[in-house]
C-alpha cells in the first residue's frame, strides 16, 4: 500500500532505529528509494551504485563517520535536485539562490527574498513531490515582481 507523500515527509522525518541506520548494511532514502550502505576503501569518493551507496570508509568506520558521509552526500544530491528543478521552473533571468537548512519543524521549502530556503531532508521525497513542494514556493517567488526600485517596499 502506497502512502500519501504529505504523510511520508513527517512520517520519514521521524526517522527509524536510529543505531541500526549508520553502519554497514543501513539504509538510507534518497529520491523516494531506499540506498544500502556499503563501505568500499576502493572508492574515493561516496557514489551511487544502482540500490547501494559506496562510502569511501574502511570496515571499522563509526557509526558517526559513517552518518557524516551518508548525509554529505544526500546534502550534495539534494542540491543538484533541487538546482535542477529551479532551472526548469523558475523564469530565465530569475532564479533563485538555493540554500539548504537544517532545522527541526518549520518549512520544507520557503521563499526569503532572492533565497529559496530548503530542508535537505526534502532530498528524501520521489522526485514529483520535491517537484510539487518547490513548485509551490516558486510560483509564489514568480507572482512576486522583480523590482530594480531600491526605494520599492519589501
Known amino acids: 500500500m502506497k502512502r500519501n507523500p504529505q504523510l511520508s515527509l513527517r512520517l520519514d522525518a521521524a526517522g527509524a532505529d536510529e543505531e541500526a541506520r549508520w553502519r554497514a548494511g543501513g ?26 551507496l559506496h562510502l569511501p570508509l574502511p570496515p571499522a568506520a563509526t557509526e558517526r563517520q559513517i552518518r557524516d558521509a551518508a548525509e554529505s552526500w544526500l546534502r ?33 521549502a520557503r521563499i526569503d527574498g532572492d533565497t529559496l530556503r530548503c530542508h535537505w531532508r526534502l532530498i528524501e521525497q520521489p522526485q514529483p513531490v520535491i517537484a510539487q513542494v518547490l513548485g509551490r514556493v516558486l510560483a509564489e517567488y514568480q507572482a512576486t515582481p522583480a523590482s530594480t526600485d531600491l526605494f520599492a517596499p519589501a
Open 27 to 52: 539504509t538510507v532514502t534518497c529520491l523516494g528509494e531506499a540506498l544500502t550502505l556499503v563501505l568500499d576503501t576502493d572508492c574515493r569518493l561516496p557514489e551511487r551504485v544502482g540500490a547501494q
Open 76 to 108: 550534495d544530491a539534494a542540491q543538484g535536485v533541487f538546482a535542477a528543478i529551479v532551472q526548469n521552473s523558475a523564469p530565465a533571468g530569475r532564479r533563485p539562490r538555493i540554500v539548504l537548512t537544517f532545522g527541526k519543524g518549520g518549512h520544507w
